[in-house]
């Protein structure tokens, strides 16, 4: 998990999302085809549980040669 780029814990990302005022702004979740799929519906019930609903889900294309 990283938020910005910096790495951060599950308690973490919960802190920081709890703290997000404005629950207008965006919220893009950027996932890649690793990603347990479980983790994936922990950080969606976290966002939801903090009333963000402006959500993007961006995933990685896979580059075919």
């Known amino acids: ?8 814990s599950f308690e973490s990302l919960e802190d920081n999302l709890k703290a997000i005022k ?9 996932i890649d085809k690793k990603v347990q799929y479980e983790r994936v519906v922990k950080v969606l019930d976290l966002l939801q549980k903090y009333n963000l609903t402006n959500l993007a ?9």
């Open 22 to 30: 404005n629950k207008e702004n965006p919220v893009i979740v950027r």
């Open 57 to 65: 889900l961006v995933t990685n294309e896979d580059k075919k040669n």
């Open 1 to 8: 998990l990283a938020i910005k780029g910096i790495e951060v």
